[in-house]
């Protein structure tokens, strides 16, 4: 099942339709359409191989669609990729930071790409490492960071050019509960700033503390979307953590077991 994944209102920030990747054999997403707004979180859970990080990559325009179509802030990312790019802040679960620059120094580096002016780049580089408490750090290489430093110079990196869109590959992955709190507070700020913001996350806790709406992907597909009180009167559970292995375990039944409770959406 593929869901419309929105409430109606303003056109949406992130738009995809019917997205669909195939790698060989292997179907990693298979039909799904996700919608975030300005000023609003939107996350993407699902078991291992669910095909978030893929659904990610393909929003972001790192990885091009077998089919279907994004458009950001009615850009089509197919048609316009730069101009739609542009747009889009994205942390991917792999990013790798220059061993042998410094935060300010790649976080220049970027910025450069962005093709943002000198006084903006400065004044956002100062803005960021006061935000993200990275003073201490922002001027020693990269490659004697912690892991906690390293992902909020990579944050910085993705809030740079102040996008509409923020992508977020599980921006909380391998930190501990201060560090993990102090990357959601600061999504939080990117919220109210009005920023549009789909991330992926395995942390239920966080999910239900950040999302406006959750969408729940298994083996590529949507397979229950809304807010956190919309999925638990679903599924009759009290927390997410219940309402995402009522569906996961739903799945695994043999074929013709699963209950014919109706499909939201
Ligand atoms: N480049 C690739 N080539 C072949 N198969 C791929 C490739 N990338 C992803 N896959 C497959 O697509 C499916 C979805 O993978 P994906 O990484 O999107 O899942 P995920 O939900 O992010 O998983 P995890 O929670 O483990 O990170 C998996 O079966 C994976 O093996």
Do not use: W
């Amino acid at each position: 099942m593929s869901a419309p994944l929105d409430d109606g209102g303003a056109a949406p920030t992130l738009e995809a339709e019917q997205l669909v990747k195939r790698f060989g054999a292997v179907a990693a997403v298979s039909g799904v359409d996700v919608r975030v707004r300005a000023g609003e979180v939107v996350g993407l859970l699902g078991p291992n191989g669910a095909g978030k990080t893929t659904t990610l990559r393909l929003l972001a325009g790192i990885l091009s669609p077998t089919s279907g179509r994004v458009r950001i802030g009615g850009v089509d990312l197919a048609a316009n990729p730069l101009e739609a790019k542009q747009r889009i802040g994205f942390l991917s679960g792999d990013t790798q930071l220059y061993q042998r620059l410094t935060p300010r120094e790649v976080l220049r580096y970027f910025g450069r790409l962005y093709g943002m002016a000198p006084a903006r780049l400065e004044q956002r580089i100062e803005v960021l490492v006061q935000d993200l408490e990275m003073g201490e750090f922002a001027s020693r290489p990269c490659g004697t960071l912690s892991t906690g430093q390293r992902q909020r110079a990579n944050i910085a990196r993705a809030f740079l050019h102040e996008p509409e869109l923020l992508i977020l590959d599980e921006p909380t992955n391998a930190l501990d509960v201060l560090s993990g709190r102090f990357i959601v507070e600061s999504i939080r700020r990117e919220r109210a700033a009005g920023r549009a913001i789909l991330l992926s996350t395995h942390v239920m806790s966080e999910a239900e503390y950040l999302c406006d709406r959750i969408v729940l992907l298994h083996e590529g597909r949507v397979v229950d979307a809304g807010t956190l009180t919309e999925l638990l009167e679903r599924t009759g559970q009290k927390n997410l953590t219940d309402a995402f292995l009522h569906h996961v375990e739903r799945r695994r039944e043999p074929r013709g077991a699963a209950s014919s409770e109706g499909e939201p959406c």
